[in-house]
């Protein structure tokens, strides 16, 4: 019987298409609720508010069966946001709010396309570091600024750094806070500021709050600087671009992530739309082994609880979720 099935092997390992829940009770469905309760461990107020998330969990199954009938490689399925609406998931974990004035300001990088590139995974580097937690609070765009920066400052001292995403979050003025922003007036406010504080000095807070919170950055912690930034591409034509960076280093990327809240596996394609809304880190490209399809391997800031340990795999050359629309690096990294 379907519903007697667990999340883990019920969802996972036979992906849930319309032919599934076409067999698929409504009192079996709200038995698939109550194990996705279980396993997530969440907990509602009152029985309305219950009912509510029920019905929004039954209406994503509808969604991950037609994201899973449109022949992508990406696979989806019950992920930890499977009780939220839509605009909820928006608003919540999704924050990239471009400013045009200033979105291409600095220069583009003079990157000379490399037709031999080759598979590399900055993971595995002591470059990168490890998968964080925006929480709930649309600040993806200070944690792609963040991780950048951490890893452009290890690119040029050797020393990696678990840098302030708060910092950005509660300071910069130009961008708002939970309410979103972009990583360009994020590295801009970091060059006016004259720096960044680590994460042990001014902790992460807004994730449980869902709060800007006020600034509290003492210029007297600041670790690391940075002189600017430079943009590696801004459109479908430059992807290119990126592979050949991404073989010198990992690049802040800005993407459309509107179908990840349903992501467990596999390679976000087509699927994918071309509307930015959220910032990540591209910390990789993998060749397939037939030399003529490739993917991105991105790190995101949901926890290591979503998708594949907290990574998504991204198609390469299609300009697959708008990857390619704003890709930056940092200029002028180093220690304070």
């Given amino acids: 019987m379907l519903a007697a099935l667990s999340l883990a092997t019920g969802f996972s390992e036979s992906p849930i298409t319309h032919d599934r829940l076409a067999?698929?009770?409504?009192?079996?469905?709200?038995?698939?609720?109550?194990?996705?309760?279980?396993?997530?461990?969440?907990s509602y107020d009152t029985d309305e508010e219950r009912s509510f998330r029920r019905d929004a969990f039954v209406a994503n199954l509808d969604l991950i069966a037609a994201r899973n009938a449109d022949g992508a490689l990406g696979v989806h399925s019950v992920t930890?946001?499977?009780?939220?609406?839509?605009?909820?998931?928006k608003a919540r974990y999704l924050g990239y709010k471009p400013k045009k004035d200033m979105l291409f300001a600095d220069e583009e990088l003079d990157i000379p396309i490399n037709a031999s590139a080759t598979s590399v995974d900055w993971r595995k580097s002591k470059l990168v570091t490890p998968?964080?937690?925006q929480g709930q609070c649309g600040s993806c765009w200070a944690?792609?600024?963040?991780?950048?920066?951490?890893?452009?400052?290890?690119?040029?001292?050797?020393?990696?750094?678990?840098?302030?995403?708060?910092?950005?979050?509660?300071?910069?003025?130009?961008?708002?806070?939970?309410?979103?922003?972009?990583?360009?007036?994020?590295y801009?406010?970091?060059?006016?500021?004259?720096?960044i504080e680590a994460s042990s000095s001014y902790p992460y807070s807004s994730g449980t709050r869902g709060k800007t919170g006020k600034c509290q950055s003492e210029k007297s912690e600041f670790v690391a600087t940075i002189g600017g930034f430079k943009?590696?591409?801004?459109?479908?034509?430059?992807?290119?671009?990126?592979?050949?960076?991404?073989?010198k280093s990992p690049i802040s990327v800005c993407v459309d992530a509107e179908a990840w809240q349903t992501y467990t596996h596999g390679i976000m394609g087509k699927s994918c739309g071309n509307e930015l809304d959220h910032c990540v880190q591209a910390v990789g490209y993998q060749k397939e082994g037939n030399g003529k399809s490739a993917y991105w391997i991105v790190?995101?800031?949901?926890?290591?609880?979503?998708?594949?340990?907290?990574?998504?795999?991204?198609?390469?050359?299609?300009?697959?979720?708008?990857?390619?629309?704003?890709?930056?690096?940092?200029?002028?990294?180093?220690?304070?």
Avoid at 299 to 327: H, L, P, Q
């Fill in 299 to 336: 790190r995101n800031s949901w926890n290591t609880d979503w998708g594949v340990d907290g990574f998504i795999y991204v198609e390469a050359g299609i300009n697959a979720c708008g990857i390619a629309k704003d890709a930056t690096v940092v200029t002028g990294a180093g220690l304070a």
């Fill in 143 to 186: 944690f792609s600024a963040t991780e950048q920066i951490e890893t452009d400052v290890a690119l040029a001292t050797g020393k990696l750094l678990k840098l302030s995403p708060q910092q950005i979050t509660s300071c910069d003025k130009v961008d708002d806070g939970c309410d979103g922003g972009n990583t360009e007036s994020a």
């Fill in 80 to 89: 930890k946001f499977a009780d939220l609406t839509h605009e909820e998931f």
């Fill in 188 to 195: 801009q406010y970091i060059k006016k500021a004259g720096g």
């Fill in 231 to 247: 943009t590696v591409s801004h459109s479908a034509l430059s992807e290119k671009k990126m592979v050949s960076q991404i073989q």
């Fill in 23 to 42: 067999q698929v009770t409504a009192s079996e469905k709200s038995a698939w609720f109550d194990a996705f309760q279980k396993q997530f461990a969440k």
């Fill in 131 to 133: 998968v964080k937690d």
